[in-house]
Antibody
Framework: QVTLRESGPALVKPTQTLTLTCIFS??????????VGWIRQPPGKALEWLAL???????YYSTSLKTRLTISKDTSKNQVVLTMTDMDPVDTATYYC??????????????WGQGTMVAVSS | SYELTQPPSVSVSPGQTASITCSGD??????ACWYQQKPGQSPVLVIY???KRPSGIPERFSGSKSGNTATLTISGTQSMDEADYYC???????????FGGGTKLTVL
C-alpha cells in the first residue's frame, strides 16, 4: 500500500522560511520513473503545482516560484523535503505531497497525501 | 506560462451525463489527466493519459480529447460525484506541471 504523509508547522510568520517534509511508504524513490511532487491549494482556490523530484535526483520547479523553492530527497529515509523562503500571507494554503510515476509522456499524480495546512501570519 | 481553462461550474441531474472540458494551447500534443476532489479531502486521480482509468475508479468516468480540448465525462451521474474536478497536463517546453482552474460539479 502506497501512502504519503506531510508534516510541518501549522503557522509561520511573514518572511520566514517554511520547511515541509513528506514521508512515504510502499514505493522507492530510487526506482526508475518514480517522482514525488508538492502541490498547494489556498482556501477555496485551485491546485497549484510547486516542485517535483525524480528518481535520478532531477528537480523541477514552478516557473513562477522557483526562486523561493528547494526540493530534496533522502531515499534511505523515504523522505522528500520542500523549503519555501520569504513566506507571505498569500502562501497560506494546504500543502500536499503526491507520487508521480513517469511512463513515457504521462505525468499524473496517482497517490496523494492528506495535506497539511500552513497559515502565514504575524 | 502554459494555462488550462475549465468552466467554473457544471450542473447535472442525477442519472444524466456530465461533461467537463479542459482546453489549452497544443493540449492535443500533451497527455491530460483528471482529479476529483471532494470537500475536505485530497484529490483523487480519475483519468490519466487522456482516456485511462486507474483501478478502483468506476466505469462511469471516462476521458476523451479532441484537438486541444480534453473532456471528462461522467455517465449516469450520482450524488456522490458532486465535487471539484481539475485537469492537469505537463508542459514539456518548461517542464511545468499545470493544473486547470477547476470545475465545481453540482448534481441536482
Amino acid at each position: 500500500q502506497v501512502t504519503l504523509r506531510e508534516s510541518g508547522p501549522a503557522l509561520v510568520k511573514p518572511t520566514q522560511t517554511l520547511t515541509l517534509t513528506c514521508i512515504f511508504s510502499g514505493f522507492s524513490l530510487s526506482t526508475s520513473g518514480m517522482c514525488v511532487g508538492w502541490i498547494r491549494q489556498p482556501p477555496g482556490k485551485a491546485l497549484e503545482w510547486l516542485a517535483l523530484i525524480d528518481w535520478d535526483d532531477d528537480k523541477y520547479y514552478s516557473t513562477s516560484l522557483k526562486t523561493r523553492l528547494t526540493i530534496s530527497k533522502d531515499t534511505s529515509k523515504n523522505q522528500v523535503v520542500l523549503t519555501m523562503t520569504d513566506m507571505d500571507p498569500v502562501d497560506t494554503a494546504t500543502y500536499y505531497c503526491a507520487r508521480m510515476r513517469i511512463v513515457g509522456a504521462t505525468r499524473a499524480f496517482d497517490i496523494w497525501g492528506q495535506g497539511t495546512m500552513v497559515a502565514v501570519s504575524s | 506560462s502554459y494555462e488550462l481553462t475549465q468552466p467554473p461550474s457544471v450542473s447535472v441531474s442525477p442519472g444524466q451525463t456530465a461533461s467537463i472540458t479542459c482546453s489549452g494551447d497544443k493540449l492535443g500534443n500533451k497527455y491530460a489527466c483528471w482529479y476529483q476532489q471532494k470537500p475536505g479531502q485530497s484529490p483523487v486521480l480519475v483519468i490519466y493519459q487522456d482516456t485511462k482509468r486507474p483501478s478502483g475508479i468506476p466505469e462511469r468516468f471516462s476521458g476523451s480529447k479532441s484537438g486541444n480540448t480534453a473532456t471528462l465525462t461522467i455517465s449516469g451521474t450520482q450524488s456522490m460525484d458532486e465535487a471539484d474536478y481539475y485537469c492537469q497536463a505537463w508542459d514539456s517546453s518548461t517542464a511545468d506541471v499545470v493544473f486547470g482552474g477547476g470545475t465545481k460539479l453540482t448534481v441536482l
